[in-house]
């Protein structure tokens, strides 16, 4: 499983990375960046509640 951003609708709010902070952090400008690789089994939860909350959905978790 891994993560994916719809950079065409994510407009920097960063809610993601407070929800999941195991795998997004926010560059200087605000967006998000996703760690590389493998969502650990413990981020996923936190992960499938911030692409629930992202005000765009913009955020998803991808089957690999
Ligand atoms: S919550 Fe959604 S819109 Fe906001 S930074 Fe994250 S992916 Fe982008």
Partial sequence: MHVEID???C???GLCARLAPEMIELA???FPIVRRGQVPD???VHLKRAATACP???LRLVKD
Avoid: K, N, Y
């Fill in 7 to 9: 950079w065409t609708r």
């Fill in 11 to 13: 407009d920097g709010h």
């Fill in 28 to 30: 200087e400008d605000g």
């Fill in 42 to 44: 413990a981020a996923v």
């Fill in 56 to 58: 765009q959905l913009a």
